[in-house]
């Protein structure tokens, strides 16, 4: 005897049998009603991101980046050293195709627009990717599930735009999910093959570093449930490899690290699982997640009578359930993040993805109706009214809720370019700056905070090379500056050797390392004041001490390898010594550098 179950088509439900190697039930044609959901919630994540647009100051350390690009001067944030300061290599590729292409100085803007777009996409195939996998299911229709609880997320309508890459964390972690069950679907499962969907799944690590975790925990899915000789999974393998690893050997050769510069700054590597758990108590706390999480597991309980799932559907919701709980680990074990979700949202997203979507069953219908109208009272109370208890500011663990508050800062609704950000204060300090660069200065100035239009310049000393401008918002600042200025983050972002300076006790992510003077006097400063000393600057001992150790050594090829002329015998060196480079750290004291280095 053979068992049969129902599926939903376009004609109304048909009998499908299933069997260990059958081929899944393909999902049917939408009904008008689906379609009308999932228009809504699509519209619902454009509306929502819309009225919250806005683009932080990281967004414009990679506007910067664009606007040297097309200048020529390679993908740095000041010429002259190359070090890598945007996170996402292909948000960068992006963002610079559509300043190319888009008339005017539109960076800003087209980060809003891509941003939005690329969150709806993925919304959109993490709910037909959901929808599909329980397409063999007797159900009356498919209704977004998951979707909505990432619609009423507040953190969720902040980074849709942002200028950051987290847009486009969303559509690809959507489009991977839903190319992963459509390949399950086509009942032949041939070793490596589809080629694009290797691709797609091997970009993970170009749209963030720490994608690769998912990414490899996906491929490795893919791999063995894939059907056919090892030599063709192995072919499918390296087809995911060929863009993150050429992307790495340039990385390694042009930069001369294993990763970004960012995240060496950050101390990617350093475990803080206490502050990272405190972080996701940020999270999960103010906005309740937990009851989400617990209508989700109750509503695939109720459909578990219903579900006609082989064990190979299965793996794939285990494999995305586990990348989506490594990822969120990996983030705990880092230390989290100085914006409120920002880095634990892609793994939220992942995690619904499953559950985007799903179908109100014939034989639970009330069940399934009074799960998703619970899901739909904490979807309305969290959009209204659960918020962090800093909303517009920062915790006292250095959290903040970074668009409020720069919306404050700014004193606009929507702050997107860099007028919006600016005001004249920004604006009359960085055009006087400029105008030092434009008339031939030599000196080394100071960001001001907070800064008004008849601030003063904050001028530290004489430099050795034109204007340098150290700043504490290396975005805002960095943007504003003209591209013959050098500018470089006082927090180690942008410059690289205050990225490797040792780091002190956890504070603040991203901005525990704090440019010490005398290193910034002996990369930059004039000559003299490691001769003589110099009232308000550290003494000339403790300046010549760090010139002398940036002199020696290792240290010494540090700086050869960022700033040297790029021969192919430089890249070669890069290549190489990267690993040993990554993990190099430098004393704060400049006479224990001189010491270990000369």
Same mark, same amino acid.
């Given at each position: 005897? =053979?068992?049969?179950?129902?599926?939903?088509?376009?004609?109304?439900?048909?009998?499908?049998?299933?069997?260990?190697?059958?081929?899944?039930?393909?999902?049917?044609?939408?009904?008008?009603?689906?379609?009308?959901?999932?228009?809504?919630?699509?519209?619902?994540?454009?509306?929502?991101?819309?009225?919250?647009?806005?683009?932080? #100051?990281?967004?414009?350390?990679?506007?910067?980046?664009?606007?040297?690009?097309?200048?020529?001067?390679?993908?740095? @944030?000041?010429?002259?050293?190359?070090?890598?300061?945007?996170?996402?290599?292909?948000?960068?590729?992006?963002?610079?195709?559509?300043?190319?292409?888009?008339?005017?100085?539109?960076?800003?803007?087209?980060?809003?627009? /891509?941003?939005?777009?690329?969150?709806?996409?993925?919304?959109?195939?993490?709910?037909?990717?959901?929808?599909?996998?329980?397409?063999?299911?007797? $159900?009356?229709?498919?209704?977004?599930?998951?979707?909505?609880?990432?619609?009423?997320?507040?953190? $969720?309508?902040?980074?849709?735009?942002?200028?950051?890459?987290?847009?486009?964390?969303?559509?690809?972690?959507?489009? =991977?999910?839903? $190319?992963?069950?459509?390949?399950?679907?086509?009942?032949?499962?041939?070793?490596?093959?589809?080629?694009?969907?290797?691709?797609?799944?091997?970009?993970?690590?170009?749209?963030?570093? *720490?994608?690769?975790?998912?990414?490899?925990?996906?491929?490795?899915?893919?791999?063995?449930?894939?059907?056919?000789?090892?030599?063709?999974?192995?072919?499918? /393998?390296?087809?995911?490899?060929?863009?993150?690893?050429?992307?790495?050997?340039?990385?390694?050769?042009?930069?001369?690290?294993?990763?970004?510069?960012?995240?060496?700054?950050?101390?990617?590597?350093?475990?803080?699982?206490?502050?990272?758990?405190?972080?996701?108590?940020?999270?999960?706390?103010?906005?309740?997640?937990?009851?989400?999480?617990?209508?989700?597991?109750?509503?695939?309980?109720?459909?578990?009578?219903?579900?006609?799932?082989?064990?190979?559907?299965? =793996? /794939?919701?285990?494999?995305?359930?586990?990348?989506?709980?490594?990822?969120?680990?990996?983030?705990?074990?880092?230390? +989290?993040?100085?914006?409120?979700?920002?880095?634990?949202?892609?793994?939220?997203?992942?995690?619904?993805?499953?559950?985007?979507?799903?179908?109100?069953?014939?034989?639970?219908?009330?069940?399934?109706?009074?799960?998703?109208?619970?899901?739909?009272?904490?979807?309305?109370?969290?959009?209204?009214?659960?918020?962090?208890?800093?909303?517009?500011?920062?915790?006292?663990?250095?959290?903040?809720?970074?668009?409020?508050?720069?919306?404050?800062?700014?004193?606009?609704?929507?702050?997107?370019?860099?007028? #919006?950000?600016?005001?004249? +204060?920004?604006?009359?300090?960085?055009?006087?700056?400029?105008?030092?660069?434009?008339?031939?200065?030599?000196?080394?100035?100071?960001?001001?905070?907070?800064?008004?239009? #008849?601030?003063?310049?904050?001028? /530290?000393?004489?430099?050795?090379?034109?204007?340098?401008?150290?700043?504490?918002?290396?975005?805002?600042?960095?943007?504003? =500056?003209?591209? *013959?200025?050098?500018?470089?983050?006082?927090?180690?972002?942008?410059?690289?050797?205050?990225?490797?300076?040792?780091?002190?006790?956890?504070?603040?992510?991203?901005?525990?390392?704090?440019?010490?003077?005398?290193?910034?006097? $002996?990369?930059?400063?004039?000559?003299?004041?490691?001769?003589?000393?110099?009232?308000?600057?550290?003494?000339?001992?403790?300046?010549?001490?760090?010139?002398?150790?940036?002199?020696?050594?290792?240290?010494?090829?540090?700086?050869?390898?960022?700033?040297?002329?790029?021969?192919?015998?430089? @890249?070669? #060196?890069?290549?190489?010594?990267?690993? *040993?480079?990554?993990?190099?750290?430098?004393?704060? *004291?400049?006479?224990?550098?001189?010491?270990?280095?000369?």
């Amino acid at each position: 005897m =053979s068992s049969t179950t129902q599926h939903l088509t376009a004609d109304g439900p048909t009998e499908a049998t299933p069997g260990p190697h059958a081929r899944p039930p393909a999902p049917g044609r939408m009904s008008t009603v689906e379609r009308a959901l999932y228009a809504a919630v699509l519209l619902g994540v454009l509306v929502a991101g819309w009225a919250r647009r806005w683009t932080s #100051d990281d967004a414009f350390i990679n506007f910067r980046v664009v606007e040297n690009l097309l200048a020529g001067n390679g993908p740095v @944030f000041s010429a002259g050293e190359r070090t890598e300061v945007a996170t996402s290599a292909a948000w960068l590729a992006v963002l610079t195709v559509a300043e190319a292409v888009v008339p005017g100085d539109a960076v800003a803007w087209s980060s809003v627009v /891509l941003g939005l777009a690329l969150t709806a996409t993925g919304v959109l195939f993490a709910m037909l990717g959901a929808r599909r996998l329980f397409a063999g299911t007797a $159900a009356r229709l498919s209704v977004p599930f998951g979707a909505v609880v990432f619609l009423a997320l507040p953190p $969720a309508w902040d980074f849709t735009t942002s200028g950051l890459e987290t847009g486009m964390s969303f559509a690809w972690l959507g489009t =991977s999910f839903w $190319a992963l069950v459509r390949w399950m679907q086509s009942g032949q499962r041939c070793a490596g093959r589809p080629l694009w969907l290797f691709v797609l799944l091997g970009l993970g690590p170009l749209v963030r570093p *720490d994608f690769a975790l998912v990414a490899g925990i996906l491929l490795l899915w893919l791999t063995v449930a894939s059907v056919g000789p090892w030599w063709r999974r192995l072919l499918g /393998l390296f087809a995911a490899g060929v863009l993150p690893v050429a992307y790495q050997v340039f990385r390694m050769g042009y930069y001369g690290l294993l990763v970004p510069n960012t995240a060496v700054a950050k101390e990617s590597s350093r475990p803080l699982w206490g502050r990272g758990t405190d972080y996701l108590v940020d999270l999960v706390g103010p906005h309740l997640l937990w009851v989400p999480g617990l209508l989700l597991v109750a509503m695939l309980v109720a459909l578990l009578p219903a579900l006609t799932w082989r064990a190979l559907e299965w =793996s /794939l919701v285990a494999a995305v359930l586990l990348a989506a709980a490594a990822h969120a680990l990996y983030v705990v074990r880092v230390g +989290g993040d100085f914006m409120h979700g920002r880095l634990l949202m892609p793994s939220l997203f992942l995690l619904l993805c499953p559950l985007a979507a799903v179908p109100l069953t014939r034989a639970r219908v009330w069940v399934g109706a009074a799960l998703l109208t619970a899901t739909g009272v904490w979807a309305v109370v969290s959009a209204a009214a659960l918020r962090t208890g800093y909303e517009g500011g920062i915790s006292a663990g250095g959290i903040s809720d970074e668009r409020g508050f720069y919306a404050g800062l700014a004193g606009v609704g929507h702050p997107v370019t860099i007028e #919006d950000h600016g005001g004249a +204060g920004v604006a009359n300090y960085v055009d006087r700056v400029n105008r030092l660069a434009d008339d031939g200065e030599d000196l080394v100035v100071l960001q001001v905070t907070p800064v008004r239009p #008849d601030t003063d310049l904050d001028v /530290l000393a004489p430099s050795a090379r034109g204007v340098v401008f150290s700043v504490g918002n290396a975005g805002f600042y960095g943007y504003a =500056s003209d591209l *013959d200025v050098f500018v470089l983050d006082g927090l180690g972002l942008t410059d690289a050797v205050n990225s490797h300076i040792e780091a002190g006790p956890p504070g603040r992510p991203g901005h525990e390392k704090v440019y010490p003077s005398w290193y910034l006097l $002996a990369r930059y400063g004039s000559p003299e004041i490691a001769e003589r000393q110099f009232e308000g600057l550290p003494s000339d001992a403790m300046v010549a001490a760090s010139r002398a150790a940036l002199s020696c050594g290792d240290l010494a090829e540090l700086v050869e390898a960022t700033t040297g002329p790029l021969t192919w015998e430089r @890249f070669t #060196d890069n290549l190489v010594g990267a690993p *040993d480079r990554t993990s190099l750290r430098i004393p704060t *004291d400049p006479f224990a550098a001189e010491r270990e280095f000369c």
